[in-house]
């Protein structure tokens, strides 16, 4: 007499819990239905949300900014008034002296900056990646200080250095007998773009520096054993085998270099102002006299736009040639 | 060959002596630069340390609102590290782990933006800034930084090293995706996030161009705005540009030695894989 019993408390157990269950699977259901929502939308809106904030922030500072550069370059835009010109300030880019001057000055410094930036990190840290973990520390950190130290600070003390009656460098140079007189560095259009090279060049190879002695931390030594075994001098294993496992990186460096040296800015706004007789001008500088000093925003932003396609061509160039070589 | 091999050994360790002594003589320059009296800074022959040294330098300093200068700065770089590590690592996590649609649109659009420059973007950057009314604030120096892409690409290179299993293990546990982000996500990518905030505090700390075009009053000022406002006031008064140089360079030295270790993880994560 009891089994029927139980059989039946097991049954309506069952069919509660199955209820329960199928309570649960059809307010799921309804859910979905009213959000329509199928897995592929639901995994996209939570892909988006978590972009949502670097997308504000991007969209709003460099999208938006982009955009309005390009639309203000097509206008005469100054403090006071704004009036549509098409073309006019291209136009009138090609035919200022000035500005042709400085896309020279601009080139110079990145055709003679990028190559020494290399060649320089290159050896560096061809000398420096075998040596123990400490020094290599050591060397990294120097040859990052200048970086970290600041470009304001870093100028501050050059421009002493430089300084034609009080700088070291005149000091040294004369001791030496390498010249007789002081030279006033900064004030000679013969020099001033030179000196101002040489300050980009301590406060560029910083990070070219850290990648190279990492990659070549990362090359596989039984290569350089093998090439060894087969009787390759130094030079070899470094044109054969170091330098073509190096060239992914070699590419990267040769990128940032390019870009930072084509926007090279405080350097210039704080030795020279562009002087002396325009010598040292940069885009870069030019912009930001254009704009901020004389508030022609429209003709600045045509700038701009031209320095944009230039760093763009640049980089698209370098991709070509140096991306033949890169074997990953 | 052996005393060929040491002697180039030897040669090579003294070049790198020498190029590495110039490099830090700038920065003991500085240092050292701030303890000497004016008479000695304009002499011809340089006094290679401060035998007399004095704090004119520093009090002449702090006659400006030095102090003010340093907090902004700090204001600055740490609002702008702040919000760079949570816009990146959220983004950098769903690029590299989420599927949704457009996602490799959104990155290209964000690589791409990377190699543009910057400061081309300043002029209309501070029509707009002026237009919506927060020009010569220090939020102007803030938002604009956190903008920039870099931190994006870089946390998405750490996501990349997540495992796939463990994500789906904890969505399979009941893990909420915020939960499965804070709990799971960041410990792992928690080196990344320390290179990322490293980087962008030396970044932002030194970003001379935005803070220049964006602070205009005195009072508005950093640190290395100010250093560069006083070299039109004294500008061969070598001593007391000096001591304002020590005092814009030296917080930002003290975080990169401390924290070199994940600094160059950080520099080297963003461009050599592996």
């Not at chain 1, 013969?190 to 406060?203: G, K, P, Q």
């Not at chain 2, 604030?137 to 994006?152: E, N, Q, R, S, Y």
């Amino acid at each position: 007499m009891n089994k029927p019993v139980l059989k039946e408390k097991i049954l309506n157990e069952n069919t509660n819990t199955d209820r329960t269950v199928l309570k649960e699977v059809k307010s799921k259901k309804s859910r979905k239905k009213i959000l329509s929502l199928s897995k592929k939308q639901k995994e996209d809106l939570i892909g988006y949300a978590f972009l949502v904030p670097a997308v504000l922030f991007f969209g709003t500072f460099v999208f938006y900014p982009i955009l309005k550069g390009l639309y203000n370059s097509f206008f005469n835009m100054t403090w006071k008034d704004t009036t549509f010109i098409g073309l006019d300030n291209y136009i009138a880019l090609f035919n200022d002296e000035i500005f042709l001057k400085s896309l020279v000055n601009t080139a110079t410094i990145v055709l003679v900056a990028v190559p020494l930036i290399i060649i320089f990190s290159l050896a560096v840290s061809l000398l420096v990646y075998k040596l123990k973990s400490v020094s290599r520390s050591v060397f990294r950190a120097v040859f990052y200080l200048p970086v970290v130290t600041g470009s304001v600070a870093v100028t501050v003390v050059w421009r002493w250095i430089y300084d034609p009656y009080s700088g070291v460098l005149n000091y040294i140079l004369k001791t030496l007998g390498i010249i007789d007189d002081n030279i006033i560095w900064l004030g000679d259009s013969d020099y001033a773009l030179m000196c101002i090279i040489i300050i980009l060049l301590t406060t560029s190879v910083g990070q070219p520096i850290i990648l190279y002695i990492a990659s070549l931390g990362n090359i596989d030594k039984s290569y350089i054993e093998a090439a060894k075994v087969d009787g390759a001098n130094s030079w070899q294993i470094f044109r054969k085998v170091k330098w073509p496992l190096l060239m992914p990186t070699t590419l990267y460096i040769v990128v940032i270099s390019t870009i930072n040296s084509f926007q090279i800015f405080s350097l210039i706004q704080l030795l020279t102002s562009g002087g002396p007789n325009y010598s040292t001008s940069t885009v870069m500088y030019l912009v930001y006299e254009k704009a901020f000093k004389l508030g022609q925003f429209g003709y600045a932003a045509a700038m701009g736009v031209v320095l944009a396609i230039c760093i763009g061509t640049f980089s698209i160039i370098q991709f070509k040639v140096f991306g033949k070589e890169v074997s990953y | 060959m052996k005393t060929k091999t040491k002697l180039r050994k030897i040669l090579s360790v003294l070049a790198l002596a020498v190029v590495a002594i110039i490099f830090v003589f700038p920065f003991y320059w500085i240092i050292t630069g701030a303890f000497k009296i004016q008479e000695v800074t304009i002499l011809e022959t340089p006094q290679w340390f401060p035998l007399e040294p004095t704090f004119e330098n520093w009090i002449k300093l702090f006659k400006n609102p030095t102090l003010i200068w340093l907090r902004n700065s700090f204001i600055i770089s740490i609002s702008t590290m702040i919000l760079v590590c949570i816009t990146a690592s959220l983004a950098g996590y769903a690029l590299a782990k989420k599927n949704f649609r457009g996602k490799e649109i959104i990155f290209g659009i964000f690589v791409a933006a990377m190699a543009l420059p910057k400061q081309v973007i300043l002029v209309p950057l501070v029509q707009i800034v002026n237009q919506w009314g927060f020009h010569n604030t220090l939020l102007a120096c803030i938002l604009p930084a956190v903008g920039f892409p870099f931190g994006i690409f870089l946390m998405k290179q750490f996501s990349e090293t997540l495992p796939r299993e463990l994500l789906e293990a904890a969505k399979i546990d009941g893990c909420s995706e915020i939960g499965i982000f804070i709990k799971i996500v960041l410990p792992l990518v928690k080196p990344g996030v320390a290179a990322l905030g490293i980087f962008t505090f030396i970044t932002s700390w030194n970003d001379y161009f935005l803070q220049l075009v964006m602070l205009v009053e005195k009072e508005k000022l950093t640190m290395p705005l100010g250093v560069a406002l006083m070299q039109q006031e004294f500008t061969t008064n070598y001593g007391v540009l000096m001591a304002g140089a020590t005092l814009a360079c030296i917080p930002i030295i003290i975080v990169f030695v401390l924290f070199q270790k994940n600094f160059t993880q950080g520099i080297t994560m963003g461009a050599v894989k592996g």
